[in-house]
């Protein structure tokens, strides 16, 4: 198995005494190694009672499990390359990820290992952690995937042959089962190929169509159970069975509207909260309990209920709130960075983590060789118990509990 060494330190245990309180600990913090860094495609964690942080970078797929590094006696930590094993023959582009997260524990999650050519996919096989090969698709149709968190969607992204992403173009989504089978196709016309995700249950299928809206597309029939008419700019789900989506429109940028089963309940208005911003940030929780929206600066929280916030949260002039992300009990982790930088630029960052009325925890600093406009990317794991944060040059995790 290949090894590459990082860096780590182990950060001090931090209590931070708030009303209510709460507990952000064993924490660390890991250097990307140098051959990695700015190759990272993705990080996320794999589900399971001892997850494990997966890298998606170029060179294959990394991991590092969440408990070694916090060994004192490990004197350095190292992080292995898990896909594509050394000892295979066939040589692999890329590692498709389940998305929008890994639910399995990692020796179980399926992982697609995809080999292109003339700018479409070749071959799509899907192996778990172990290596077990679990289904093989070779269909030269599609320039993309998207693989359930499950595993047991898959749906091609076919260009009718162009082969090139190119912006209003039709596109075919190809449904197939875990076993290869093709259960039905959707044609759309989205904004971009890449505006289509499945719900973090794995049961439903999102599209956002820039002529017919966002719709929802039941993955074990490709019927259509809801759309959304209008140009979506972006938007988050929850699970299917609540199925609730919170969505914001080009033509309305400070409103923030969130429909249940593709009926409207309903919209925020940040105009009517003095929030004199446009929204940049969304997240919903996987039990559509909790939503949070943000501004540059602004973050407001609510619940499914009603569009009144429950809690709001401000950060420093200097600052801009870059991602966002909300457990299944209404925990919110902020992520923000130096503001008016350009990417040539060094910065710093703080994050903060938040209860549900938007009091503010605990909150960190990180530093950034270069800025980006959406880092440090945040993401709690499913139990809400984990935080991963990532930037360009390295990953911290927390765990935070609830008294």
Same mark, same amino acid.
């Given at each position: 198995?290949?090894?590459?060494?990082?860096?780590?330190?182990?950060?001090?245990?931090?209590l931070v005494h708030a009303d209510p309180p709460a507990i952000v600990s064993q924490a660390w913090n890991f250097v990307i190694p140098q051959e990695l860094k700015?190759?990272? $495609?993705?990080?996320?964690?794999?589900?399971?009672?001892?997850?494990?942080?997966?890298?998606?970078?170029?060179?294959?797929?990394?991991?590092?499990?969440?408990?070694?590094?916090?060994?004192? +006696?490990?004197?350095?930590?190292?992080?292995?390359?898990?896909?594509?094993?050394?000892?295979?023959?066939?040589?692999? +582009?890329?590692?498709?990820?389940?998305?929008?997260?890994?639910?399995?524990? =990692?020796?179980d999650a399926p992982f697609g290992l995809i080999v292109h050519g003339d700018h479409v996919i070749r071959r799509l096989q899907i192996v778990n952690g172990a290596?077990?090969?679990?289904?093989?698709?070779?269909?030269?149709?599609?320039?993309? =995937?998207?693989?359930?968190?499950?595993?047991?969607?898959?749906?091609?992204?076919?260009?009718? @042959?162009?082969?090139? @992403?190119?912006? @209003?173009?039709?596109?075919?989504?190809?449904?197939?089962?875990?076993?290869?089978?093709?259960?039905?196709?959707?044609?759309?016309?989205?904004?971009?190929?890449?505006?289509?995700?499945? !719900?973090?249950?794995?049961?439903?299928?999102?599209?956002?169509?820039?002529?017919?809206?966002?719709?929802? =597309?039941? !993955?074990?029939?490709?019927?259509?159970?809801?759309?959304?008419?209008?140009?979506?700019?972006?938007?988050?789900?929850?699970?299917?069975?609540? +199925?609730?989506?919170?969505?914001?429109?080009?033509?309305?940028?400070?409103?923030?509207?969130?429909?249940?089963?593709?009926?409207?309940?309903?919209?925020?208005?940040?105009?009517?909260?003095?929030?004199?911003?446009?929204?940049?940030?969304?997240?919903?929780?996987?039990?559509?309990?909790?939503?949070?929206?943000?501004?540059?600066?602004?973050?407001?929280?609510?619940?499914?209920?009603?569009?009144?916030?429950?809690?709001?949260?401000?950060?420093?002039?200097?600052?801009?709130?870059?991602?966002?992300?909300?457990?299944?009990?209404?925990?919110?982790?902020?992520? !923000?960075?130096?503001?008016?930088?350009?990417?040539?630029?060094?910065?710093?960052?703080?994050?903060?983590?938040?209860?549900? !009325?938007?009091?503010?925890?605990?909150?960190?600093?990180?530093?950034?060789?270069?800025?980006?406009?959406?880092?440090?990317?945040?993401?709690?794991?499913?139990?809400?118990?984990?935080?991963?944060?990532?930037? $360009?040059?390295?990953?911290?995790?927390?765990?935070?509990?609830?008294?």
């Amino acid at each position: 198995m290949f090894i590459l060494a990082g860096d780590l330190f182990i950060a001090s245990k931090t209590l931070v005494h708030a009303d209510p309180p709460a507990i952000v600990s064993q924490a660390w913090n890991f250097v990307i190694p140098q051959e990695l860094k700015y190759r990272t $495609r993705e990080v996320t964690f794999a589900g399971g009672n001892s997850p494990k942080i997966l890298l998606n970078t170029q060179e294959g797929l990394y991991g590092i499990d969440e408990q070694s590094n916090l060994n004192p +006696d490990i004197p350095s930590p190292t992080i292995k390359l898990l896909l594509p094993s050394p000892d295979e023959f066939v040589s692999w +582009d890329a590692v498709l990820l389940p998305s929008p997260v890994v639910a399995s524990p =990692y020796i179980d999650a399926p992982f697609g290992l995809i080999v292109h050519g003339d700018h479409v996919i070749r071959r799509l096989q899907i192996v778990n952690g172990a290596g077990k090969v679990q289904m093989k698709l070779e269909d030269s149709r599609h320039l993309s =995937y998207r693989l359930s968190p499950d595993g047991k969607s898959i749906v091609g992204v076919d260009s009718r @042959g162009k082969h090139i @992403g190119q912006s @209003g173009q039709r596109f075919t989504y190809r449904f197939f089962s875990d076993r290869g089978q093709v259960i039905g196709e959707v044609t759309a016309r989205p904004g971009t190929w890449d505006q289509a995700f499945h !719900t973090p249950d794995s049961k439903g299928f999102l599209i956002n169509d820039r002529i017919e809206g966002l719709s929802f =597309y039941e !993955t074990s029939t490709t019927a259509r159970r809801w759309s959304i008419p209008g140009k979506t700019k972006f938007f988050s789900s929850s699970d299917s069975v609540v +199925d609730r989506t919170i969505v914001v429109m080009f033509d309305s940028n400070r409103h923030a509207s969130l429909y249940e089963k593709g009926k409207l309940s309903w919209t925020l208005d940040l105009e009517k909260q003095e929030v004199h911003e446009n929204i940049r940030n969304i997240a919903i929780s996987a039990n559509g309990e909790f939503i949070a929206v943000s501004g540059n600066r602004t973050l407001l929280l609510l619940s499914a209920t009603n569009s009144n916030p429950v809690g709001r949260f401000q950060v420093a002039e200097n600052l801009t709130i870059n991602s966002v992300s909300v457990s299944a009990k209404g925990m919110v982790i902020l992520g !923000t960075q130096q503001a008016h930088l350009s990417g040539n630029d060094s910065a710093f960052g703080k994050v903060f983590v938040l209860n549900r !009325t938007g009091t503010s925890l605990h909150q960190e600093n990180t530093h950034h060789e270069r800025s980006n406009a959406w880092t440090p990317t945040v993401q709690f794991d499913q139990s809400g118990q984990l935080v991963l944060i990532q930037t $360009r040059e390295s990953l911290h995790l927390r765990r935070v509990n609830e008294p």
